[in-house]
């Protein structure tokens, strides 16, 4: 018996940890202003994610349980500060527009939470697959939201895709169409949040057409012929 | 003789829903009227805009709710709604301005979170503020009073200048430049910011009277479109009266103390959207607190925001932000001062 797609499923859709357990939303909302700084974000956190939920799941028998959270913490500042090393050594400029958010990865909830839920209590290929598909998750909900929310702003896709992918991606930019007028809203914090809200929305109409359609297993119900007293 | 079997209250009156906002949109006419004579038939425009769109998004949205259309378009919250948003914007933003801020009272602000009766916010107001956040070149270029400007601004004008924004920006019509500045509150603000004095800055010709031309007779109006809502019953004065008092005693201070860089309470009263903020916006029984104490703490506290965000703030005006704000704590301000229920100690 596989666990692999049910764990899949959990982290893409029925438990994804931006619309569903609602985790990590401050840099969900802070950072997700264009597309490129939301898939540099997603692309940093998961890879955090699956490094931290294969060491905890690898430490998970030597750790005494009182002081768990402690080392949970430590491994995944260290992971922090390797992803955080490895973008200001090769993508400079993506490091200077996630700013603080990069850092404050250690602190986004779908870490610790992962670590504690699933990792420490779960095989090392279970774990690191699941770290993979909350990643995902985590990432597809970063890249629709920083999509949106860049489209409706600035009419525009990918603008400084190059800062994240290098020189040639500066071609990728795309116009969807041409404002005169930045739609700050949409950039802005409160943009974010009404763009979150209208994704949870969304997610909550597919959840129930899915539920209305599938066909409602029979409710067996158990008909006595008789009750026997017991005493 | 059949008995009418009903609980408290039993004295009932027609006035429903529809009839009170009805009277607040007859009410706001006097405003109105001296906002077109002031600044050209930009706002009839606007108005025209904002209903359209407001009918429209209201039907369709109740549509996907599944609630009744009609019998709810027929309640003239939209009506009111619309109006306040488009009399709130500038005389001449670009058409898609008012479209988007209406959209969004409608559709987010009023009838996601349940519909008229339901909505945390002002829907006007949040509309304003969404367009001034995302917008704030057009949000604060305002028409120049007619007597200030050499030409009013005709219909035909304004239809030019709303429907196609190239008109402006590229100068096609030069005069066109003297069509728009800043509202008197903005460019005393930018004068202070500069160094200048208030003295030196009310001798600019759009301050000719204290509040600056026009605006101190838009005021007026509403003020006279308000007493007419107080005498018609529609509104009570405890929030009205709470935000004009606090923002005068407030202001009175602050001229007292250093009538060098602040603004005079005359001119806070008279100018901006004080008086329609004040008898119109801020007494939406739906975001306004309920009981008679808590609506004076309420307006009270509109008043002094409105005082602490134009003087201290950066933006020109502080009505839309002090109401969303006071719209905040009024649950808050409900909670902590229910009316004595008879027959129990007043504290427990």
Known sequence: ?231 | MAFKIASSPHVSTSLHTNKVMLRVALCLIPGIAAQLYFFGAGTFIQIILALVTAYIAEASILKLRNKPVADTLKDNSALVTALLLAIAIPPLAPWWIVVIGTLFAIVIVKNLYGGLGNNIFNPAMAGYVLLLVSFPVQMTDWVTPHSVAQHSVGLRYALQGIFTPEFINLGHNISFDGKTMATPLDTLKTDLSMGLTTTESLLKPIFANMAGVGWFGVNLAYLIGGLIMLKLKVIRWHISFAILGALFICSSFGFMLNPDTHISPIMHLFSGGTMLAAFFIATDPVTAATSAKGRLIFGAMIGVLIYIIRTFGGYPDAVAFAVLLANMCAPFIDHYVRPRAYGHRSGN
């Open chain 1, 1 to 231: 018996m596989s666990k692999y797609p049910e764990i899949a499923k959990q982290g893409l859709w029925n438990n994804n940890p931006g619309l569903v357990q609602l985790l990590g939303l401050c840099p969900l909302l802070a950072v997700t202003a264009t597309l490129t700084n939301a898939l540099g974000l997603g692309l940093a956190t998961l890879l955090v994610l699956v490094g931290s939920n294969i060491l905890v799941s690898l430490v998970r028998d030597f750790v005494p349980k009182e002081i768990r959270i402690p080392v949970f913490v430590m491994i995944i500042a260290t992971l922090v500060t390797c992803v955080q090393l490895l973008i200001n050594a090769y993508a400079y400029g993506l490091y200077l527009s996630l700013g603080i958010f990069l850092p404050l990865i250690v602190t986004n909830c779908v870490i610790i939470g992962r670590a504690e839920a699933f990792a420490s209590r779960n095989s090392l290929a279970h774990s690191a697959f699941d770290g993979l598909m909350m990643g995902i998750g985590f990432t597809l909900v970063l890249v629709v939201l920083g999509g949106m929310r860049e489209i409706i702003g600035q009419g525009t896709l990918f603008a400084g895709a190059d800062l994240l992918l290098g020189e040639w991606a500066a071609s990728l930019t795309i116009h969807v169409w041409q404002v005169d007028n930045a739609f700050l809203l949409a950039i802005l914090p409160p943009g974010a949040f009404i763009a979150m809200g209208l994704l949870i929305a969304l997610k909550n109409v597919i959840d129930q057409k899915i539920e209305q359609a599938a066909p409602k297993p029979e409710a067996s119900t158990v008909t006595r012929a008789r009750i026997t007293k017991v005493s």
